[in-house]
């Protein structure tokens, strides 16, 4: 690739039978109006057609790359490896049902370069069950890791971080929020990270996924509390707390979403 003076933003995607949404996911990536990003798609050992539909689209824009795994590891060890062949200063993760506005890598480096930010993240807008909601979640300017330990407000597809830093804090594996674990890490570190409180993020939710039931989401936060070192206890009541948090956002998106 040409030198350029801007910096590059590696984009990591993990990909799991996604062939229902992943071409729209990535047409949000090339739609982006900052033209220094690297797009790296991981397929998790899919057997639907994500493959095929990745092939595709590598012939129209170069910064694609393609990795495929032998067998089927999950979205952490997929994401690391991600991050392992990223060329760019910024790492930032787009799921494969998720999307972008087009403006949304643009205006995150200009706020992180402007506020000297290493780990930056957006609000988040929502489709619930294949319709627009009205809900938004919003970011704080300053999140700090206390607030954060009370709920996740970073989500993963908003965030874009330094790769320096996300390279020392990899993706924990196991029924855990992988992600959530990863930002308390770095937020202990770090003290904060920067908000833009600009819907940047489409979030794709539904009843069906894996965190959409509570049962099992509040499991993997357990998990993720006891990653970061919070004792069983100590962790069973942040879950609590968290879970509480949870059922209200989920119905505040159900509420303001006409299906």
Request: proline content about 2%.
């Amino acid at each position: 690739m040409k030198y350029q003076k801007e910096p590059m933003i590696s984009v990591i995607m993990a990909a799991f039978n996604a062939e229902e949404t992943i071409k729209a996911s990535i047409d949000s990536v090339l739609s982006q109006t900052y033209p220094y990003w690297e797009l790296i798609v991981i397929d998790d050992h899919s057997s639907d057609g994500t493959s095929g539909i990745i092939e595709s689209l590598i012939t129209i824009d170069t910064r694609i790359r393609r990795y495929t795994n032998e067998k089927n590891v999950g979205v952490a060890s997929t994401r690391n490896y991600g991050i392992s062949q990223a060329q760019g200063q910024y790492i930032a993760f787009l799921d494969s049902d998720d999307l972008w506005h087009r403006e949304k890598l643009k205006i995150q480096l200009d706020f992180m370069q402007a506020n000297d930010a290493s780990i930056s993240y957006t609000a988040t807008a929502y489709i619930y069950e294949g319709s627009h909601s009205n809900y938004i979640l919003h970011a704080k300017q300053g999140l700090t890791y206390k607030e954060l330990l009370k709920r996740n407000l970073m989500s993963c597809s908003s965030v874009i971080v330094r790769k320096e830093i996300i390279e020392r804090f990899p993706f924990p594996q196991g029924n855990i929020h992988e992600d959530y674990a990863v930002w308390l890490k770095i937020l202990r570190e770090k003290g904060l990270s920067h908000g833009i409180n600009e819907p940047l993020l489409i979030y794709r939710a539904s009843r069906s996924s894996k965190s959409g039931k509570l049962y099992v989401s509040g499991i993997m936060t357990y998990y993720a509390y006891r990653n970061v070192g919070f004792s069983p206890c100590k962790s069973l009541l942040l879950a609590i707390r968290y879970s509480l948090h949870s059922i209200v956002k989920r119905a505040s998106i159900r509420i303001r979403t006409k299906l």
